[in-house]
């Protein structure tokens, strides 16, 4: 398995709704990532998880809340979002002591 | 040719020209760069990579070249298909530490007319 699963594809929430955002892996990748992509724009980094531990948070605002629950899987919990939050969220794994990032193919969040 | 649209910037190649797609990147510091192409709809997908002591790196079909002197990288597109038609982005990782964090460029819209 050499893939990075997102789950679910596409998500409509209201700005009143909790949702979370699904990503697993089982390359034994021991970093993964959370990035934002906005419409035409390069993806943005959010979160850095090591080794099952949080390493970044590159000040992202409260109502996004990542969790790793175990060593293939990475959510990222939604609560209260904004309009503008509506973007495509990527996520990442990486070896941990090697290169090569692999990005799953995202979910498109559109909050109403 | 190649513009500068408000976001986006964009290059207009013939089917079957090469391409070249340039990159300038930030911090003297990143000691591995990645070139991703991103289709509509789709993440980023992995293309070639190259580590800070070599200047050159080829695949099939895509070369990618690496100036630290002037912090340039490029990616060249040997007979540029249709199927070629993307958005394509560079990315640096700082070397060292434990944020293992890697970062986009703006990315650049390669539009491959038959």
């Known amino acids: 398995d050499t893939e990075v699963t997102q789950t679910p594809k596409h998500l409509v929430m209201g700005m009143t709704n909790k949702k979370s955002l699904k990503c697993e892996q089982h390359?034994?990748?021991?970093?993964m990532y959370w990035y934002k992509q906005k419409a035409k724009k390069p993806p943005e980094l959010m979160f850095v998880?090591?080794?099952?531990?949080?390493?970044i948070n590159e000040s992202v605002p409260s109502r996004f809340s990542p969790e790793c629950p175990n060593s293939s899987l990475l959510n990222l919990h939604l609560h209260a979002l904004q309009p503008e939050d509506s973007a495509l969220y990527l996520c990442?794994?990486?070896?941990?002591?090697?290169?090569?990032?692999?990005f799953g193919s995202g979910t498109r969040l559109t909050v109403v | 040719g190649e513009s500068v649209g408000l976001h986006l910037p964009t290059l207009s190649v013939q089917e079957g020209d090469n391409s070249i797609i340039n990159c300038a990147y930030s911090n003297s510091a990143s000691d591995y760069f990645i070139w991703y192409k991103q289709e509509s709809g789709k993440g980023p997908q992995f293309i070639i990579d190259i580590r800070s002591n070599m200047d050159k790196r080829q695949g099939q079909r895509v070369t990618v070249l690496l100036n630290k002197t002037v912090k340039h990288l490029s990616l060249q597109i040997a007979a540029t298909q249709p199927g070629d038609s993307a958005v394509y982005f560079c990315a640096e990782k700082e070397y060292g530490g434990a944020t293992n964090k890697l970062i986009f460029g703006t990315g650049t819209l390669l539009a491959v007319q038959p």
């Open positions: 390359m034994g990748h021991r970093a």
């Open positions: 998880y090591s080794y099952e531990k949080l390493s």
């Open positions: 990442a794994s990486r070896r941990g002591t090697g290169d090569g990032y692999t």
